[in-house]
């Protein structure tokens, strides 16, 4: 067994050299080709993904399954890593049309859930009905999106 003078000496010793990942923000072979990613990811993300823009919260497991309905299958990594890794799959028109019909699915399983909280507690319309509008907008942007990043040719 080592004991703590042969630790501290280890320690001492020890050289943080470039390549060493101190705090864990290394960047991995895959982190280094998503930043190469086009710049759509990141305005997709600030519309999508921006509560206070689209009215609807996805959480790390929505875009998991929303990657499942979509016919991706993706482990569970922080919220924008993930959408990356799914704007890495929509690479084509065919694929990005999937994410988006599984996401306005999603988006409309929110709503349905705001309006029956609506119907029941009639008071807090003032606070679901500005979300519900602000989803129905952000869904009624996907056709845009699909032909501004994926004009049919």
């Not at 101190?22 to 990811?41: I, M, N, Q, R, W």
């Not at 509560?51 to 875009?63: E, K, M, N, Q």
């Not at 919220?79 to 799959?89: A, H, S």
Request: with cysteine; net charge negative.
């Amino acid at each position: 067994m080592r004991d703590m003078e042969d630790l501290r000496k280890e320690f001492e010793n020890f050289t943080i050299n470039e390549e060493a990942c101190v705090d864990g923000a290394c960047a991995s072979d895959e982190t280094a080709e998503l930043k190469d990613y086009p710049s759509y990811t990141e305005a997709l993300y600030a519309k999508l993904l921006a509560p206070h823009v689209s009215g609807i919260y996805i959480s790390r497991w929505d875009i998991k399954d929303i990657a499942l309905q979509a016919d991706e299958s993706m482990a569970i990594h922080p919220r924008k890593r993930m959408f990356e890794l799914l704007m890495k799959y929509a690479t084509t028109r065919e694929t990005m049309k999937a994410v988006l019909d599984a996401m306005r699915n999603h988006m409309e399983e929110k709503i349905a859930i705001y309006d029956e909280l609506q119907q029941t507690f009639p008071c807090s319309a003032e606070i679901f009905q500005p979300k519900i509008d602000k989803a129905r907008k952000t869904i009624n942007l996907f056709p845009a999106i699909l032909e501004e990043y994926f004009p049919e040719g």
